[in-house]
Nanobody, 124 residues
């Protein structure tokens, strides 16, 4: 059973940086797409970024381009989200997700496995 465990969320001031991590276990991820989503209070879950585990192709939402970078350390089965120039509107619970199909798609309903989430709060 695939398990995803996020870490790294905390309170940070606007303009600051954070790196989120997602430790993946219980599967062979060579054909997987891994993603980051976020959900703010009262809002729907929103796509942030995705990465093909093999090859490293990535895709990011327009709202985070130029600020957030998704990457992975395949030897450690760990996914990262480097977040720079954080804004108060980035405040949300951030979720790691995985799907065992290689198409780089972004709809949350297409992802089979989810972590428990990590809270990121950006103060103004």
């Amino acid at each position: 059973q695939v398990q995803l465990v996020e870490s790294g969320g905390r309170l940070v001031q606007a303009g600051g940086s954070l790196r989120l991590s997602c430790a993946a276990s219980g599967g062979t991820f060579s054909n997987y797409v891994m993603g980051w989503f976020r959900q703010a209070p009262g809002k729907e879950r929103e796509f942030v970024a995705a990465l093909k585990w093999t090859g490293g192709s990535t895709y990011r939402a327009d709202s985070v381009k130029g600020r957030f970078t998704i990457s992975s350390d395949n030897a450690k089965n760990t996914l990262y989200l480097q977040m720079n120039s954080l804004k108060p509107e980035d405040t949300a619970v951030y979720y790691c997700a995985a799907k065992p199909r290689p198409a780089l798609l972004t709809a949350a309903r297409l992802f089979d496995y989810w972590g428990q989430g990590t809270q990121v709060t950006v103060s103004s």
